[in-house]
């Protein structure tokens, strides 16, 4: 069986571009052949959900130029690809704080969930302007808020509250998680989610990365054993944890 939610963090676009004598913003764009290949080939196989951290609440620190070409390609992404992705029975969402994004973004944001709403093929979430600090600082402020607006109270506060304040609420955790480029870290990517995912880490850069190496890191997510802390998996078990 497919895992069910499977999410990416897309790294090793600028070293790919540096290796090449290129500026790194030709490796945003090469990524960007990758994003599109993966989609249509998780589509294709029925992943029902597929993750992809395409800017985190940190890459605000890189140079100007380089934030602009990643604003440039999320829009370009968007007028390019929805018509296509909405014919294909993929759903767009997307998380991140909207709060910080130029208008503009954020009426493509809108628009491209809006367009894709009754599709139900894979579910295609977008990590824009996303980090996971972030986003449990903002669900913990709606918490507050509603403890003194009197909807809630303190002691209603359990772990499938928080969970249903995250952006990602209406989101299964990830089964597994995949980063390219040889880096082991999550750099801010769905700490909460990911207490019980498994993990794959690809030495090649994104825009190497191929439906052969997705494939892999399937085969090899079907050979692990999940326990969720107990001492064999069992549907039961899992589904006792979500
Ligand atoms: C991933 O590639 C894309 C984004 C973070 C937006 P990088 O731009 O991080 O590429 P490296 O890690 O510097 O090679
Ligand atoms: C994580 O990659 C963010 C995205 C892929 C969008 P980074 O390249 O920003 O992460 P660090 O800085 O290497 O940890
Ligand atoms: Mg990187």
Redesign the pocket.
């Known amino acids: 069986m497919l895992p069910c939610h499977i999410a990416i963090?897309?790294?090793g676009n600028g070293r790919w571009a540096c290796a090449r004598k290129l500026p790194r913003v030709a490796g945003h764009r090469a990524g960007m052949e990758t994003l599109r290949t993966i989609v249509h080939h998780a589509a294709s196989i029925g992943l029902k959900w597929l993750t992809l951290?395409?800017?985190?609440s940190?890459?605000w620190a890189r140079p100007v130029d380089e934030v602009q070409c990643l604003l440039s390609l999320l829009k370009l992404f968007i007028h390019d690809d929805l018509f296509e992705l909405r014919e294909n029975n993929v759903r767009v969402h997307v998380i991140g704080k909207r709060s910080d994004l130029a208008k503009d973004i954020v009426v493509l944001l809108e628009k491209a969930e809006k367009l894709t709403t009754e599709n139900t093929g894979l579910n295609l979430v977008v990590a824009f302007n996303y980090g996971s600090r972030d986003e449990i600082v903002r669900a913990v402020r709606k918490i507050a808020a509603d403890i003194t607006a009197g909807k809630i109270r303190g002691n209603d506060i359990t772990n499938n509250l928080l969970t249903s304040y995250l952006d990602t609420a209406h989101i299964p955790d990830p089964d597994l998680i995949i980063r390219t480029s040889g880096?082991m870290?999550l750099?801010n990517?769905l700490l909460w989610q990911a207490a019980y995912s498994e993990f794959s880490f690809v030495p090649c850069c994104w825009p190497d990365f191929s439906v052969v190496d997705f494939e892999a890191a399937i085969a090899n997510f079907y050979a692990r054993e999940r326990r969720f802390g107990n001492l064999k998996y069992t549907d039961d078990i899992r589904g006792s944890l979500l």
């Open positions: 963090i897309m790294d951290y395409a800017f985190s940190e890459n880096e870290r750099s990517f």
